[in-house]
């Protein structure tokens, strides 16, 4: 995935004056509104900070990603702004975070959103990835240096002619169950399918390479959602499902995280889930 698909020079700030997780936020929301980018900020702003106070979005490593899904856009928008000081943005290894993501995306568009984060997290890892954005000078080098990694990445990654299996977020679910591995596939291919302007003959033949492989009961499932629900397959964050945003018994999402060996769907809305 080119994350430069996504974030334009305009909505990346390399020196975010704000003094809280909050003010960070909003500081980055309003910019995408500013832009254009989304239109009602202030549900996008409910959305994130209702799910900062489950748990934080500080993934580690310097590195935050506070995310919403946003009715009525039509493609996923970042804001990225940079805190040299850093920030206590309560992360997951208890680290300032120097540098955050903000991240609205439309319904339709779950998986991308799961790609994006993901390869943010895989190219930012590397420290001297990291310390590249720390150090960079401007905004528009800071858009260079995201659009040189993502590039690389895909070369490696995201070529047409490479797997599915590929893609960051696919890797992230390597001890899940088989056919969720390649429902997260097939979902992703749809997404691309409904994008693409070129190459979408070898798209569809790889989603029926994959249709082949899923168990019949399983496919015919995963179809009635995508039918009347899109996506049909959503990550459960916190305790919380990503498709109809029901918080769900805490019992049950730990019996998800500790039975990779079954197939499960959320209790309220039926979409198949796995626990990030």
Do not use: W
Not at 222 to 244: F, I, S, W
Request: proline share 6%; hydrophobic share 35%.
């Amino acid at each position: 995935m080119i994350l430069t698909k996504y974030i334009g020079t305009q909505c990346i700030v390399p020196d975010l004056g704000a003094k809280s997780k909050a003010e960070v936020i909003k500081h980055l929301a309003d910019l995408l509104h500013e832009k254009k980018k989304i239109n009602d900020v202030d549900a996008a702003l409910d959305q994130i900070m209702a799910r900062e106070s489950t748990e934080s979005t500080g993934i580690g490593k310097g590195l935050a990603v506070p995310h919403a899904r946003v009715p009525g856009m039509k493609q996923l928008a970042c804001a990225v702004g940079r805190i040299p000081e850093g920030l206590d943005f309560m992360a997951v290894d208890r680290q300032p975070v120097h540098l955050v993501f903000l991240i609205c995306y439309p319904p339709s568009e779950q998986t991308t959103y799961l790609n994006f984060i993901a390869t943010v997290s895989k190219l930012l890892s590397d420290p001297e990835h990291l310390r590249g954005m720390l150090e960079a000078e401007s905004p528009e080098r800071m858009y260079e240096i995201l659009e040189e990694l993502s590039t690389a990445l895909q070369d490696t990654h995201d070529n047409p002619e490479q797997p599915v299996e590929d893609d960051p977020d696919i890797e992230s679910m390597s001890h899940t169950h088989a056919d969720l591995i390649l429902l997260a596939r097939l979902q992703l291919c749809q997404e691309m399918l409904d994008v693409a302007k070129t190459g979408r003959a070898q798209i569809r033949k790889r989603m029926e390479n994959i249709r082949g492989m899923v168990e019949p009961r399983i496919l015919s499932h995963y179809d009635r959602l995508m039918k009347n629900h899109a996506p049909a397959l959503v990550p459960v964050e916190g305790d919380t499902c990503q498709g109809c945003f029901m918080r769900l018994p805490s019992k049950f999402v730990q019996q998800v995280r500790n039975d990779p060996e079954r197939i499960h769907t959320c209790t309220n809305c039926r979409r198949y889930i796995y626990v990030v």
